[in-house]
C-alpha cells in the first residue's frame, strides 16, 4: 500500500490560492510571472482535490509547463501526475529549475524527491524537512495536506489528524480533506457517522473522480462492523471508477483486486479470492510499470495465492508455493531484505492453517509489530500454545493502533471481541 499513498501524496499537491501572495504572506510564493500558469496550477490543484486524476490532468499540467517552462512547481506538478517512466524526467527538469525558484519552492521540491525516492521502502524520511518547511510557512495548506498523508502513511495519527484540521482550518474545504479527516470517525469506532461523511462527500464531486479515501473509507467502515458484502460493493465501485478516470494508464488496477481478494480471504470466500488475486495480476504485466514493481506485484500474487490453499485445506501445496517466494527474496540481494518480515508472515499464516502453532508463533514473532493483522495471527498463534498473556498483549496492541487501514479493519473486531471476554 505505500505505492498507493505514495500515489495520494504525489496528487494532493493542493494550495489555496493561485494568485501571487502577498510580501508578509506566510505561503509559498510562485516563481512565474504568468497569469496563465498561475490559474492552470489552480484548476489542476482543484482537479486533485476532488479525486480526479487521469488524463485530465496530465493535460493540465502540460498547459502549466507551455505557459511557462520554466515554472519550477508546474514542472513538478507534471512528474506528480505523469506515468512512470516519463515522470522521471519533468522531475529532474522540476529540481534543476528549483535552483531559481523561490525558498519555499526550493525546498518543498527537494523534500518531495525524498519521499518519491524512498516511496517504496522509507517514504517518511522527507517529515524533518517538510516539518521545518511548514513552521516557516504555517500557512501553506500544500504542507499539511502532504504531511497528513505522510503521516498516517507512518501510523502517526494524531499528527496526521492535526495536519488534516490545520489544511481546513487554511481552506478552502475540499472533498479530499474532509474524507481524510472522516477516517478519525473510523479509528474511534464512529461508523456511521464516518460513513455519512464519505457518502455526502461523494455526493460533492463529479463525473471522473476516483475517490481512494471515499470507497476504502466505507468499505472500511462496513467491516468493521462485520457487513462483508456491502465493503466489497464499495471496493467494486471503487474498481470501475479508477477505470473510467483514465488513472490506470498510471498505475494498474492489481491493488483494488488485491484488496477484494483479502477481504473474500479472511471471510471464507475462497474461490472468489482466488480469482481476485489472479485477475487483479492480469492488469500488471502490460503495464508502464518498471520490471522490478512488476516482480513485486508477482511476489504478491503468489503471496495471496499461497494463503488462499491454505485456508483450502491444501498445506503442502501451499508450502511448496511458498518457498519459491522464499527464493525470489533470497536472490533479490540487500534490495529484497525489506521483504522479509511478509516472508515470516506468510510462513507463520501457513504454518497456524497447518496447525504447527508453535512454529506459526515463531514466524509470526519475526513479521510487522506494527501490522494489526500480523498481530492478529500471532495473538491467535499464541493462544493455541496456551500463552494467553502474550495473546492480550497482540490483541491489545491491534485495540491501540491507530493507523486506519485494512488490515486494521480485518483485525479490529476480533480482537475487541477477544479482549471482551
Known amino acids: 500500500m505505500k505505492r498507493i499513498l505514495f500515489l495520494g501524496l504525489a496528487a494532493a499537491l493542493a494550495s489555496s490560492a493561485a494568485a501571487e501572495p502577498a510580501a508578509r504572506t506566510k505561503r509559498f510564493e510562485w516563481t512565474t510571472k504568468s497569469a496563465e500558469a498561475k490559474q492552470r496550477l489552480f484548476d489542476l490543484q482543484q482537479r486533485i482535490e476532488s479525486f480526479q486524476t487521469g488524463p485530465g490532468s496530465v493535460d493540465l499540467a502540460r498547459e502549466i509547463v507551455a505557459a511557462d517552462p520554466s515554472f ?46 524512498n516511496q517504496g521502502a522509507n517514504f517518511k524520511d522527507a517529515i524533518p ?39 481546513d482550518e487554511i481552506g478552502p474545504p475540499s472533498p479530499r480533506v474532509r474524507a481524510f479527516l472522516a477516517n478519525e470517525d473510523l479509528v474511534q469506532g464512529n461508523y456511521e457517522k464516518a460513513r455519512q461523511t464519505f457518502l455526502a462527500v461523494e455526493k460533492s464531486l463529479t463525473k471522473g473522480a476516483a475517490p481512494f479515501t471515499v470507497r476504502y473509507g466505507l468499505a472500511f467502515s462496513y467491516l ?21 478516470s483514465g488513472a490506470t494508464q498510471g498505475f494498474p488496477e492489481v491493488f483494488i483486486w488485491n484488496s477484494i481478494a483479502r477481504v473474500n480471504l479472511e471471510n471464507g470466500r475462497l474461490d472468489a479470492a482466488m480469482k481476485a488475486y ?32 491454505a485456508k483450502m485445506g491444501k498445506h503442502e501445496e501451499a508450502w511448496s508455493e511458498a518457498q519459491k517466494i522464499q527464493k525470489m527474496i533470497a536472490e533479490g540481494g540487500e534490495a529484497a531484505k525489506q521483504y522479509l518480515p511478509a516472508w515470516h508472515y506468510l510462513a507463520g499464516y ?15 514473532k519475526q513479521a510487522d509489530p506494527q501490522n494489526p493483522f500480523h498481530q492478529l495471527l500471532l495473538a491467535r ?41
Not at 515522470?87 to 518531495?112: C, P, Q
Not at 462483508?228 to 460493493?233: C, E, G, L
Not at 489472479?278 to 520490471?291: A, F, H, I, M, R
Not at 502474550?390 to 487501514?405: F, G, H, P, V
Open 72 to 117: 519550477a512547481m508546474g514542472v513538478y506538478y507534471l512528474s506528480a501526475v505523469t506515468p512512470a517512466p516519463e515522470n522521471e524526467k519533468a522531475l529532474e527538469k522540476a529540481v534543476a529549475l528549483s535552483k531559481e525558484a523561490s525558498d519555499g519552492e526550493r525546498r518543498f521540491i527537494d523534500a518531495m524527491v525524498i519521499a518519491r525516492a
Open 129 to 167: 524537512a517538510l516539518e521545518k518547511l511548514a513552521s516557516e510557512y504555517p500557512d501553506e495548506r500544500l504542507l499539511q495536506v502532504i504531511l497528513g498523508q505522510i503521516y498516517q502513511g507512518a501510523n502517526e495519527a494524531e499528527k496526521a489528524r492535526a495536519a488534516f484540521r490545520r489544511a
Open 224 to 244: 468493521y462492523e462485520g457487513k462483508v458484502d456491502p465493503a466489497i460493493d464499495a471496493l467494486q465501485t471503487y474498481l470501475a471508477e479508477y477505470r473510467d
Open 278 to 309: 489472479e485477475k487483479g495480476y492480469e492488469s500488471v504485466p502490460g503495464s508502464g510499470l518498471p520490471d522490478d514493481q512488476k516482480q513485486v506485484w508477482l511476489g504478491r500474487l503468489q503471496h495471496g495465492k499461497c494463503r488462499v490453499l
Open 350 to 364: 501457513l504454518k497456524l492453517e497447518a496447525g504447527d502453532y508453535k512454529a506459526a508463533v515463531e514466524e509470526l
Open 381 to 421: 498463534a499464541s493462544e493455541k500454545v496456551g500463552a494467553r498473556e502474550e495473546a492480550r498483549k497482540a490483541y491489545q496492541t491491534i485495540l491501540d493502533s491507530k493507523q486506519n487501514n485494512l488490515e486494521r479493519a480485518l483485525a479490529y473486531p476480533e480482537a475487541k471481541k477477544k479482549l471482551a471476554t
